[in-house]
């Protein structure tokens, strides 16, 4: 059930789509936004996305496994060696999905539970050690291998979220990779740890509608 | 209050100018977003843009380089329009080549890389071959074989790039081959990647990009495909399908017309003998003459034959000779029979025209002693003894059907050979070649 509310900075028209995604970047004045049983409380302003040429932008949709979805937010992470989107997909039936998207390449990740996870090297990770790039880790029955691992910062976000993304906030990020375009991350703020598993995808699988247009570039066949 | 109806929001920009805090040089950013070092063309400054903000990483005053392709060029290849954004030198010890980073913020990125005037356009694999034997890895269920091993250094920089580029890195390199495609690995203490390239032949980036064609690449790149391995297929299927044709086409046309035949008495005495043929009237412009003569009684002995066909307009002679030969005796194994009874000769290419046949001839008997013949021999006159002789003529010859044979798959075999002269080249060129070590210290 979607609920409108007016900003409580702007008074623009602000929508909150699921009980599950209670945070949310005004559209008009970007004032945080948190809903909660007493009301919308505003969390600061976020900073202003950097320019950049991403195809994907709030309002797309698309399929996934037969299931539609639209984008509906972001958060914009860096790191020393760059930058990445991660977007926010709402299906359908309430569910949530990210699209990672990063040097041109995207991951579609849905969330697990992090206490399903058996692998002690991830459980170790979790507990605040680093991770070593190359180690072999089992996961469900898949082996994977740490591909990366970094301290993220959080640059900005938009749209609806399941948490609040304040500029700054950082996390520890860990991504593993299978041999077959598997993939799964686990992220680390100090005081959760989150788990994402799921797989690389191409855009065009997505069949996606509503594409960023951007100048000077013909929209794909595929989201013809 | 009616809300105003929401307009479309104009597309986004695709490019942004930055200036080099180096040189003031102005630096066109196309992958805003993406890109996290640019190399300034102008003084080859290395500079990070991540958060928007331009700095400085590393400074340099180097001459300005001009790649092939000028950054900002786009060009379709495989249905997609991609921009060069990216330049990168590379070498391996004294071998160098160029790297172009293309661009399409909806199909992401890929490569243009030119070995010796060679093109080549690579995809990142998300996904990791699989490790075969010590010498080969499959992907998608095709083998690649093992080619180069090394390390690459970068020696230029220009345009941006999606990670930290730096003049004199060095990366870990190993490249597997099948024809057409190089599976390429590159290794840092950081992280493994995969590139599958696809060979681009050089017409259709002359027409992509509009680079100069290049003089014939030599040794093959080793990933190029040889040019004769489709045609050698397609040569065996032509060359087939004509041999079967020439083999149909001999059965329908290669039997002979039997114009005339007549029987010689042969002279007991065994002297020489002769006997005129004729009229033969041949109406085809050239043809095969065929001379059959049978001796049906003959045994333990020969007929030497010498034929003449004269022409009678122009008395041309062609000449032929011939001999059947019979024995028959009886040892140890039992019975046994040797020769036979007729001669069959043939000439080639006879003028249309009036001929005569003249047969000379002549009977011998195998004389030995103790050899028993109850009824005399063969040239008794009890026995009758004659000689059948047949003339027919015809168009197609034993001979000319090899020579078309061989006609047809001579070039097959050249290309042949010249195909192996394309694979012993490209294998030539491999880190993994044994033949490569002797003799190279010259």
Redesign the interface.
Known sequence: MSLHLPCPNCGADVVFRSPALPSRVCDTCHSMLVRSDAGVTQFGIAAAL??????VQIGMRGVDEGQAFEVIGRVRW?WT???W?EWLLLFEGGGTAWLGEA???FLLLREYPFGEVRSKTLRAIADGERAQ?GQKVELFGRKLVI??ARQALC?TAEGELPFVAPSGWQAYNVDL?G???ACASLQRDGRTTSFYQGR?VM?AELAPRG???????????Y?A | MQPEAPLAPPPAPAVRALSCPNCGGTVELRAAGYTVHVGCQYCGSILDTTDGLVKLVTQAHAAQVTPDIPLGTRGALFGVEWEAIGYLRRSQDYYRWDEYLLFNPYHGYRWLVNARGGWSFGTMLTRVPTWQTFSSYTLDGAAYMRFFAGTATVDRVVGEFYWRVAVGETVKTGDWVRPGFMLSRETSEREESWTLNQWVPDRMMVQAFGVAPARRVWPPLPHQPSPWGAWLGKGALIGGIALAFLLVLSIVLGGTRWITSQSLPVAVDGREQNATIGPIHLSDRYQRVQVRSTVPRLENGWVDLDYSLVDRRTQQVFAASGAAERYQGTDSDGPWTEGARDSDVSIAAVPAGDYDLIVDYKGNRWSENGTFYPDGGWMEPTNAPQIVVEVGSGTLYGSNLFLAALMIAMPWLIGLLLHLRFEKARKGESDFQPARSEGSDD
Do not use: C, H, K, T
């Open positions: 950097p320019f950049d040429v991403s195809p860096s060696d760059g930058a989107n040097m041109g390449q790039i591909a990366d640059i990779r041999p077959d375009g690389y855009l594409l960023r247009a951007i100048e000077g570039w013909a929209l794909p066949d989201a």
